[in-house]
């Protein structure tokens, strides 16, 4: 658009100049030749035709003035009109500029980032990886360690198995070599009498499988039994003697356990 208001311009200049030399040529030919020959026949009719001629071409030249300043001004405002357009374009060219510079930065930041982020998950995956590795390595050990426990476990059952069996046999031959009935005694320790009784005298004896009591007139009555538990026994002695009964009610068989004897004579002891 500038170009063409330029070349406006340029027309308009043209013409101006076009009719300058036309006229004012024609008017300085006249004079100059006035000066050589003289003036002419009429000069008023002379000076007259040059001056309408002078004063067309000024009015002209006016004219042709006034259109060459409007289209100079228009071209002026389009000039301006250019360069607002310019600096608007280079004012968005540097702000695209900007808007690049910061996608650049954020793409930048974006990148180092996902780098870094990348490097941690690789690093983390290989922990992982060696953590599972080791896991792996412990549950194999677990797995051997549990194969070889199955192992003697089962051997431990096998073995159960024989001890049983062979625990049946000697059971069911205990149980025809014990008697259906038997009768055992259990004597309270001296000392776990009170001091009261401690310095007193004992009457009672025992002899191998016989008990003796002695009453207060200094009679003897003596009372055999199967077995004879002394006072120095523990629990477990009494257990393994009554274990027999025991395991022949545990295999299904009819047993009894009765303990008797007046209080304070050593039944709980």
């Known amino acids: 658009m500038a170009g063409e208001l330029n070349a ?8 101006v100049e076009e009719w300058d030399s036309t006229t004012v040529v024609k008017v300085a030919a006249a004079l100059r030749r006035w000066s050589r ?31 060459f300043g409007e ?22 060219e540097q702000a695209i500029t900007e808007r690049n510079l910061q996608e650049k930065r ?18 983390r995956c290989r922990e992982l990886d060696e953590e599972s590795r080791l896991l792996a390595c412990r549950v194999s050990e677990e797995e051997d360690q549990v ?17 049983k ?9 205990v149980q025809e070599a014990v008697p259906p009935v ?4 259990r004597i309270r320790p001296l000392q776990s009498y009170p001091e009261a009784y401690s310095h007193d005298r004992c009457s009672l004896a025992i002899e191998n499988q016989d008990i003796i009591v002695e009453d207060v007139v200094g009679k003897q009555r003596k009372f055999r039994v199967d077995r004879v538990l002394e006072g120095s026994l523990l629990q477990e002695d009494l257990f393994a003697a009554a274990a027999p009964w025991i395991e022949s009610f545990l295999r299904g068989a009819s047993a009894c356990v009765l303990a008797y004897g007046a209080t304070g004579s050593g039944k709980t002891h």
């Open 8 to 15: 406006q311009g340029g027309l308009g200049q043209n013409c």
């Open 71 to 92: 289209l100079q001004d228009s071209i002026s405002h389009h000039q301006r009109l250019c360069d607002d357009l310019q600096r608007r374009s280079t004012a968005a």
């Open 165 to 173: 069996q062979s625990h049946a046999m000697l059971a069911s031959q």
């Open 182 to 185: 038997s009768v055992m005694c």
């Open 106 to 123: 954020l793409l930048t930041r974006l990148t180092v980032s996902a780098v870094t982020r990348s490097a941690a998950l690789q690093a």
């Open 37 to 67: 020959e003289g003036p002419p026949s009429n000069p008023r009719a002379a000076a007259g035709a040059l001056g309408q001629e002078l004063y067309a071409f000024l009015e002209q030249y006016q004219s042709q003035a006034k259109i």
């Open 147 to 163: 194969h070889r426990r199955q192992t003697l476990l089962d051997r431990a059952e096998s073995e159960i198995d024989i001890l």
